[in-house]
């Protein structure tokens, strides 16, 4: 079973900044079922990039997604006040087929 | 627009059973695999289930194999989720999903609570 682990726990930052999310998986994996999620209080998850660096429809530029193997990073280059949410990146193994999430990564103004 | 519309939640005692339900509008239901996701009060999300665009295949998390079964009727446009022997670590929002490797479209959750 692929565990993946999302770091840091909570990111303090400021509005303008840039922030740089991290997903690593306990083993290699296709970058072709690797997603990113927002959620904000109260709310559903919205996919914000799938296959690890194609940004969903209606997602800004601001975002975007990056790495292969192991390492995955979800970056927002300026963020915006309504960026700061809980982020998920997401696994999709198809050979069994089962579906995983990362434990997330709070994103809070600082 | 597409719309996934969940219901069926609400208070049960442990050891009970719930059936969740989801409409969906807007898009050819009989051609997507539908899944079902919940998150505990403040946790993260849990995959739980599953199935294919016809109904013939389901698969889900071993947290709920054997408690769980997932289950379609694409004449109503509605994924179901049939629960039993409930435990109160089943409390949580349960999300109806679309899609095949991701999840592009999520309900706004129905909460179900387990407690005496």
């Known amino acids: 079973e692929i565990v993946l682990t999302q770091s840091p726990g909570t990111l303090s930052l400021s509005p303008g900044e840039r922030a740089t999310l991290s997903c690593r998986a306990s083993?290699?994996?296709?970058?072709?079922?690797l997603a990113w999620y927002q959620q904000k209080p109260g709310q559903a998850p919205r996919l914000l990039i799938h296959?690890?660096?194609s940004r969903a429809t209606g997602i800004p530029a601001r975002f975007s997604g990056g790495g292969s193997g192991t390492d995955f990073t979800l970056t927002i280059t300026r963020l915006e006040p309504e960026d700061f949410a809980v982020y998920y990146c997401?696994?999709?193994?198809?050979?069994?087929?089962?579906?995983?999430f990362g434990q997330g990564t709070k994103l809070e103004i600082k | 627009q597409v719309q996934l519309v969940e219901s069926g939640g609400g208070v049960v005692q442990p050891g009970r059973s719930l059936r969740l339900s989801c409409v969906a509008s807007?898009?050819?239901?009989?051609?997507?695999?539908m899944h079902w996701v919940r998150q505990a009060p403040g946790k993260g999300l849990e995959w739980l289930a599953v199935?294919?665009?016809?109904?013939?295949?389901?698969y889900s998390a071993d947290s709920v194999k054997g408690r769980f079964t997932i289950s379609r009727d694409n004449s109503k446009n509605t994924v179901y989720m049939q629960m039993n022997s409930l435990r109160a670590e089943d409390t949580a929002v349960y999300y109806c999903?679309?899609?095949?490797?991701?999840?592009?479209?999520w309900g706004q959750g129905t909460l179900v609570t387990v407690s005496s």
């Open positions: 296959d690890a660096s």
């Open positions: 997401q696994h999709y193994d198809s050979s069994s087929p089962m579906y995983t």
């Open positions: 999903t679309k899609g095949y490797g991701v999840f592009d479209y």
């Open positions: 807007g898009f050819t239901f009989s051609s997507y695999g």
């Open positions: 199935i294919s665009y016809d109904g013939n295949n389901e």
């Open positions: 083993q290699s994996i296709s970058s072709s079922y």
